[in-house]
């Protein structure tokens, strides 16, 4: 393959411009996309703790809620902060290895994610379809095995995007990426040579992980919905089917916005950069952001010790206030050393 003269060999520094077309507003989107990262990390934190302080809690569907929550809170500090750098500092620079790192990230917590859905869909098929034989399945054991196998599954499929690009690539049209993030596809165009390969394996990871967890999803849900309407009770329906709710919710969300940014990168020629770019980027930022938010609020088991937080917080403010105000005219040496109503 005969190379153009005007090429770059193995660029030790890349370039992020952020979202073109939009540089004028990207001070105040990354005021968006920050406060989305602070309401994140904040409510998985909660869920977080929550769930470890809670024994009652220490059952396969929350463990694979928190391990959802570990993972939306790497996948959202492999991105904002150095997309922050750009929108407001225009620290648009990264080095070629950073990159790929950080590609590294984003591509195995996604498809971290997309396993732990899976595992938290098959737990609910059994929950529902089989309740008297899940504590046996679903042990602690088998948590573990698959906690582990859905984390080497995403690392073994991510890494050979790595390794073709960092030794099959050499040549490179420019070094400015076109993305706020070091996205697979938007780091491969770069390259002078035949990408071939590259887009091929990306397509075969995305459909081994995306397509086949989006299937078994799937069957498994319209399993449980077949099992939840044979339920004679009104009463026993709405109770299982609630325990689906947040789960379709964060399905959908999930793959609803990753189909729409993987399948743009690939055949939406048409579709203006900023458009994809935003929704690229959101994708990556919403579900870390809103899956503590409706798991809070539709799961009443995580909901209540929330609410407990958040309520004994308010009422030892409320009677530290009080406690000072009746006796700041009154206050002796002997108060002084009285501890608070709180303590």
């Keep these: 393959m005969s190379i153009s003269n005007i090429t770059i060999f193995m660029p030790s520094v890349l370039t992020l411009i952020g979202i073109p077309g ?5 001070c105040w ?3 968006l996309f920050c406060a989305m990262y602070l309401i994140a990390m904040i409510g998985n934190s909660l869920l ?18 928190g391990m959802l929550g570990v993972t939306d809170i790497a996948l959202s500090t492999s991105i904002v ?15 070629f290895d950073s990159c790929l790192l950080q590609m590294w990230f984003i591509h195995t917590f996604q498809c971290t994610e997309s396993g732990i859905l899976l595992a938290m869909a098959l737990d609910r098929y059994v929950a529902i379809c089989y309740p008297l034989r899940h504590a046996a399945i679903f042990s602690h ?18 890494t050979p995007c790595l390794i073709l690009i960092r030794f099959r690539l050499q040549f490179y049209h420019t070094t400015v990426i076109s993305h706020s993030y070091c996205e697979h596809m938007a780091v491969v165009k770069l390259a002078a040579e035949n990408i071939r390969v590259n887009k091929i394996y990306g397509l075969f990871v995305a459909f081994t992980v995306a397509g086949l967890d989006i299937v078994l999803i799937t069957l498994s849900y319209i399993q449980i919905f077949i099992t939840v ?6 009463k026993a329906r709405l109770k299982a089917f609630n325990t689906c709710v947040a789960h379709i919710c964060v399905f959908l969300q999930f793959y609803s916005l990753g189909f729409f940014s993987f399948f743009a990168h690939r055949f939406g020629s ?3 950069p900023y458009i994809h770019i935003l929704f690229s980027s959101t994708y990556l930022l919403v579900p870390p952001f809103l899956n503590p938010l409706v798991y809070g609020a539709k799961t009443k088991q995580i909901r209540v010790p929330m609410v ?12 530290v206030y009080v406690y000072l105000f009746v006796n700041s005219n009154t206050i002796s040496q002997h108060d002084k050393t009285t501890k608070s109503p709180c303590y």
């Design 270 to 272: 048409h579709i203006p």
């Design 48 to 65: 977080l703790i929550i769930i470890i302080s809670e024994h009652s809690l220490h059952q396969p569907m929350y463990i694979f809620l």
């Design 229 to 234: 309407f044979r339920l004679p009770q009104k």
């Design 141 to 158: 054991q088998l948590v573990t095995q698959i906690a582990a196998m859905v984390t080497l599954r995403a690392a073994v499929l991510v």
């Design 308 to 319: 407990k937080i958040f309520c004994s917080k308010i009422y030892c403010e409320k009677n």
């Design 22 to 26: 939009l540089e004028s507003v990207q």
């Design 29 to 31: 989107i990354g005021i």
């Design 81 to 95: 902060p150095k997309m922050l750098g750009i929108f407001w500092f225009h620290v648009t620079e990264i080095y």
